[in-house]
Protein backbone atom coordinates (compact mmCIF):
# COMPACT_ATOMS: atom_id res chain seq x y z
CA UNK A 1 0.00 0.00 0.00
CA UNK A 2 0.85 3.18 -0.49
CA UNK A 3 0.61 4.77 3.15
CA UNK A 4 -0.68 7.63 1.51
CA UNK A 5 -3.78 8.49 4.00
CA UNK A 6 -1.72 10.89 6.84
CA UNK A 7 -5.08 12.02 7.95
CA UNK A 8 -4.97 11.62 11.74
CA UNK A 9 -7.24 9.02 13.41
CA UNK A 10 -9.56 11.56 14.91
CA UNK A 11 -10.20 12.21 11.14
CA UNK A 12 -10.26 8.88 9.79
CA UNK A 13 -13.37 7.91 12.23
CA UNK A 14 -13.39 9.09 15.66
CA UNK A 15 -16.16 6.62 16.54
CA UNK A 16 -14.94 3.40 15.78
CA UNK A 17 -15.37 1.06 18.68
CA UNK A 18 -13.64 -1.56 16.63
CA UNK A 19 -10.82 -0.39 14.88
CA UNK A 20 -10.55 -1.28 11.52
CA UNK A 21 -7.20 -1.49 8.89
CA UNK A 22 -7.65 1.58 7.87
CA UNK A 23 -8.06 3.86 11.14
CA UNK A 24 -4.90 1.53 12.07
CA UNK A 25 -2.82 2.90 9.18
CA UNK A 26 -4.44 6.02 9.83
CA UNK A 27 -3.08 6.62 13.16
CA UNK A 28 0.38 4.81 12.38
CA UNK A 29 1.21 7.41 9.87
CA UNK A 30 -0.06 10.50 11.66
CA UNK A 31 -1.59 10.74 14.76
CA UNK A 32 0.94 13.38 15.67
CA UNK A 33 -1.29 15.50 13.01
CA UNK A 34 -3.85 16.21 15.58
CA UNK A 35 -1.35 17.43 18.63
CA UNK A 36 -0.29 20.46 15.93
CA UNK A 37 -1.43 23.79 16.69
CA UNK A 38 -4.94 25.07 16.45
CA UNK A 39 -3.75 27.71 13.87
CA UNK A 40 -2.29 25.72 11.60
CA UNK A 41 -3.61 22.36 11.98
CA UNK A 42 -6.63 22.83 9.01
CA UNK A 43 -3.81 23.89 6.37
CA UNK A 44 -2.75 19.80 6.89
CA UNK A 45 -6.22 18.86 7.03
CA UNK A 46 -7.45 20.17 3.85
CA UNK A 47 -4.64 18.90 1.64
CA UNK A 48 -4.41 15.65 3.00
CA UNK A 49 -8.02 15.35 2.84
CA UNK A 50 -7.81 14.64 -1.26
CA UNK A 51 -4.81 12.78 -0.81
CA UNK A 52 -7.05 10.23 1.70
CA UNK A 53 -9.92 10.31 -0.83
CA UNK A 54 -7.27 9.25 -3.81
CA UNK A 55 -5.78 6.20 -1.82
CA UNK A 56 -8.77 4.78 -0.51
CA UNK A 57 -10.31 5.07 -3.77
CA UNK A 58 -7.12 3.64 -6.03
CA UNK A 59 -7.02 0.80 -3.52
CA UNK A 60 -10.77 0.03 -4.37
CA UNK A 61 -9.70 -0.14 -7.78
CA UNK A 62 -12.22 3.02 -8.53
CA UNK A 63 -9.92 6.09 -8.90
CA UNK A 64 -10.09 6.52 -12.65
CA UNK A 65 -13.66 5.64 -12.46
CA UNK A 66 -14.42 8.63 -10.09
CA UNK A 67 -12.16 10.92 -12.05
CA UNK A 68 -13.75 10.10 -15.13
CA UNK A 69 -17.07 11.36 -13.41
CA UNK A 70 -15.32 14.58 -12.00
CA UNK A 71 -16.45 13.56 -8.73
CA UNK A 72 -14.70 13.01 -5.29
CA UNK A 73 -10.62 13.77 -6.73
CA UNK A 74 -10.29 16.79 -7.32
CA UNK A 75 -7.81 17.83 -10.75
CA UNK A 76 -6.09 20.78 -8.69
CA UNK A 77 -5.03 21.34 -5.13
CA UNK A 78 -6.54 24.33 -3.68
CA UNK A 79 -3.67 26.73 -2.44
CA UNK A 80 -1.17 24.46 -3.99
CA UNK A 81 1.74 25.73 -5.60
CA UNK A 82 2.31 24.96 -9.68
CA UNK A 83 5.75 22.40 -7.50
CA UNK A 84 2.79 21.54 -5.72
CA UNK A 85 0.12 21.41 -8.23
CA UNK A 86 2.52 18.97 -10.60
CA UNK A 87 3.16 16.43 -7.58
CA UNK A 88 -0.29 16.51 -7.27
CA UNK A 89 -1.09 15.02 -11.14
CA UNK A 90 2.24 12.63 -11.15
CA UNK A 91 0.72 11.10 -7.68
CA UNK A 92 -2.90 10.80 -9.21
CA UNK A 93 -1.13 9.15 -12.18
CA UNK A 94 0.94 6.67 -10.12
CA UNK A 95 -1.82 5.66 -8.21
CA UNK A 96 -3.42 4.48 -11.30
CA UNK A 97 -0.59 2.67 -12.09
CA UNK A 98 0.87 0.76 -8.71
CA UNK A 99 -2.51 -0.65 -7.98
CA UNK A 100 -3.72 -4.42 -9.04
CA UNK A 101 -3.12 -7.99 -8.88
CA UNK A 102 -1.67 -7.33 -12.33
CA UNK A 103 1.04 -5.19 -11.09
CA UNK A 104 5.03 -6.29 -12.45
CA UNK A 105 8.35 -4.45 -11.30
CA UNK A 106 10.53 -5.80 -14.03
CA UNK A 107 14.08 -4.21 -12.81
CA UNK A 108 15.27 -2.65 -9.83
CA UNK A 109 15.15 0.87 -11.31
CA UNK A 110 11.90 0.18 -12.24
CA UNK A 111 11.18 -0.09 -8.78
CA UNK A 112 12.96 2.78 -7.79
CA UNK A 113 10.75 4.88 -9.87
CA UNK A 114 7.97 3.42 -8.74
CA UNK A 115 8.97 4.39 -5.11
CA UNK A 116 9.82 8.31 -6.94
CA UNK A 117 6.37 8.73 -8.56
CA UNK A 118 4.28 7.75 -5.65
CA UNK A 119 5.36 8.85 -2.02
CA UNK A 120 8.31 11.01 -3.70
CA UNK A 121 5.16 13.14 -5.66
CA UNK A 122 3.38 12.64 -1.90
CA UNK A 123 5.55 14.46 -0.15
CA UNK A 124 5.79 17.48 -2.12
CA UNK A 125 2.40 18.11 -1.11
CA UNK A 126 2.66 18.86 2.38
CA UNK A 127 2.23 22.54 3.27
CA UNK A 128 4.84 25.15 4.65
CA UNK A 129 7.38 23.74 2.38
CA UNK A 130 10.08 26.16 0.77
CA UNK A 131 10.99 25.88 -3.00
CA UNK A 132 14.70 24.59 -1.96
CA UNK A 133 12.88 21.89 0.19
CA UNK A 134 11.29 20.20 -2.73
CA UNK A 135 13.48 17.59 -4.20
CA UNK A 136 15.10 17.41 -0.74
CA UNK A 137 11.38 16.14 1.03
CA UNK A 138 10.75 14.12 -2.70
CA UNK A 139 13.89 12.23 -1.72
CA UNK A 140 13.05 11.35 1.71
CA UNK A 141 9.22 10.62 0.21
CA UNK A 142 11.08 7.96 -1.89
CA UNK A 143 12.49 6.09 1.56
CA UNK A 144 9.08 6.66 3.19
CA UNK A 145 7.39 4.35 0.42
CA UNK A 146 10.16 1.37 0.75
CA UNK A 147 9.54 1.37 4.69
CA UNK A 148 5.39 1.47 4.04
CA UNK A 149 5.56 -1.58 1.71
CA UNK A 150 7.70 -2.82 4.13
CA UNK A 151 5.24 -2.64 6.43
CA UNK A 152 2.06 -3.78 4.49
CA UNK A 153 3.89 -6.91 3.00
CA UNK A 154 1.06 -9.51 4.18
CA UNK A 155 -1.47 -6.92 3.02
CA UNK A 156 -0.50 -6.73 -0.28
CA UNK A 157 0.54 -10.17 -0.29
CA UNK A 158 -2.82 -11.44 0.58
CA UNK A 159 -4.39 -9.08 -2.46
CA UNK A 160 -1.86 -10.66 -4.90
CA UNK A 161 0.41 -7.79 -4.76
CA UNK A 162 4.35 -8.04 -5.23
CA UNK A 163 6.22 -5.06 -5.44
CA UNK A 164 9.65 -7.21 -5.05
CA UNK A 165 11.28 -6.30 -8.47
CA UNK A 166 11.41 -9.15 -10.89
CA UNK A 167 15.09 -9.37 -12.20
CA UNK A 168 16.02 -8.92 -7.67
CA UNK A 169 13.64 -12.01 -7.16
CA UNK A 170 15.05 -14.00 -10.16
CA UNK A 171 18.58 -13.27 -8.55
CA UNK A 172 17.69 -14.92 -4.89
CA UNK A 173 15.86 -18.12 -7.41
CA UNK A 174 12.26 -16.72 -6.49
CA UNK A 175 9.44 -15.61 -8.36
CA UNK A 176 6.37 -13.01 -7.04
CA UNK A 177 4.28 -16.41 -6.77
CA UNK A 178 6.36 -17.16 -3.81
CA UNK A 179 5.68 -14.36 -2.38
CA UNK A 180 1.92 -13.90 -3.19
CA UNK A 181 1.37 -17.32 -1.31
CA UNK A 182 4.00 -17.09 1.35
CA UNK A 183 5.98 -19.74 0.61
CA UNK A 184 9.00 -17.38 0.57
CA UNK A 185 8.66 -17.34 4.29
CA UNK A 186 10.07 -20.63 4.44
CA UNK A 187 12.55 -20.29 1.96
CA UNK A 188 16.28 -19.34 2.51
CA UNK A 189 16.19 -17.67 -0.25
CA UNK A 190 13.94 -15.23 1.15
CA UNK A 191 16.23 -14.58 4.24
CA UNK A 192 19.57 -13.80 1.25
CA UNK A 193 17.01 -11.30 -0.57
CA UNK A 194 16.35 -9.60 2.76
CA UNK A 195 19.63 -9.01 3.60
CA UNK A 196 19.98 -7.73 0.57
CA UNK A 197 17.12 -5.35 0.54
CA UNK A 198 17.90 -4.12 3.99
CA UNK A 199 21.92 -3.71 4.01
CA UNK A 200 22.30 -2.85 -0.10
CA UNK A 201 19.22 -1.50 -1.36
CA UNK A 202 18.35 0.72 1.50
CA UNK A 203 21.57 2.32 2.52
CA UNK A 204 21.20 3.60 -1.23
CA UNK A 205 17.59 5.27 -0.47
CA UNK A 206 18.68 6.31 3.02
CA UNK A 207 21.83 8.14 1.32
CA UNK A 208 19.51 10.41 -1.04
CA UNK A 209 17.22 11.14 2.16
CA UNK A 210 19.96 12.26 3.75
CA UNK A 211 19.52 15.62 2.11
CA UNK A 212 15.99 16.47 3.86
CA UNK A 213 17.88 14.84 6.95
CA UNK A 214 20.05 18.47 6.59
CA UNK A 215 17.47 20.80 5.80
CA UNK A 216 17.71 23.23 9.37
CA UNK A 217 14.78 25.96 8.47
CA UNK A 218 11.71 23.26 7.66
CA UNK A 219 8.54 24.61 9.27
CA UNK A 220 8.09 22.78 12.62
CA UNK A 221 5.71 20.89 11.58
CA UNK A 222 7.07 19.58 8.30
CA UNK A 223 9.93 18.65 10.97
CA UNK A 224 7.58 16.90 13.04
CA UNK A 225 6.65 15.51 10.07
CA UNK A 226 9.88 14.38 9.84
CA UNK A 227 10.45 13.20 13.37
CA UNK A 228 7.41 11.22 13.11
CA UNK A 229 8.54 9.26 9.96
CA UNK A 230 11.74 8.40 10.89
CA UNK A 231 10.27 7.13 14.46
CA UNK A 232 8.08 4.82 12.14
CA UNK A 233 10.72 3.77 9.87
CA UNK A 234 12.48 2.78 12.97
CA UNK A 235 9.65 0.83 14.53
CA UNK A 236 9.25 -0.63 11.20
CA UNK A 237 12.54 -1.82 10.78
CA UNK A 238 12.90 -3.61 14.22
CA UNK A 239 9.63 -5.33 14.10
CA UNK A 240 10.73 -6.70 10.77
CA UNK A 241 14.45 -8.05 11.90
CA UNK A 242 12.72 -8.98 15.32
CA UNK A 243 10.80 -11.60 14.05
CA UNK A 244 13.34 -12.93 11.39
CA UNK A 245 11.92 -11.16 8.26
CA UNK A 246 8.46 -13.50 8.14
CA UNK A 247 5.96 -10.60 7.41
CA UNK A 248 3.25 -12.73 8.70
CA UNK A 249 4.69 -12.51 11.72
CA UNK A 250 5.50 -9.29 11.30
CA UNK A 251 1.53 -7.89 10.73
CA UNK A 252 0.62 -9.58 14.13
CA UNK A 253 3.08 -7.95 16.65
CA UNK A 254 3.40 -4.73 14.41
CA UNK A 255 -0.42 -3.86 13.90
CA UNK A 256 -1.04 -5.40 17.70
CA UNK A 257 1.07 -2.50 19.10
CA UNK A 258 -0.30 -0.12 16.89
CA UNK A 259 -3.50 -0.86 18.02
CA UNK A 260 -3.01 -1.13 21.62
CA UNK A 261 -1.91 2.66 21.49
CA UNK A 262 -4.65 3.80 19.09
CA UNK A 263 -7.78 2.60 21.06
CA UNK A 264 -6.76 4.50 24.11
CA UNK A 265 -6.16 7.77 22.29
CA UNK A 266 -8.74 7.27 19.88
CA UNK A 267 -11.35 6.94 22.71
CA UNK A 268 -10.37 9.69 24.82
CA UNK A 269 -10.65 11.98 21.37
CA UNK A 270 -14.17 10.90 20.73
Request: aromatic share 10%; glycine share 6%; hydrophobic share 45%.
Amino acid sequence: MTGAAWAASKFASSSHAALGDDALKDFDNADWVRELPAAIRPAWVERIRAIRIADRLAENATLHAVRAANDGVPETLEGACPAGQAAWTQYLAALGAYHGRNLRVRTISDHRRMLDRLSGSLLQLVPFLLPHHFEAIRAFGVLDQFFNNLRDLAEDAAQGICYFPEDVLARFGLRREDVVSGRCRRILAWRELMVYWLDEYLPELERAAARFDACDDLHPSVLRLRNEFRARHARILDTFCGVDFDFERFAEVYWSDVRAQAEPAITGAA
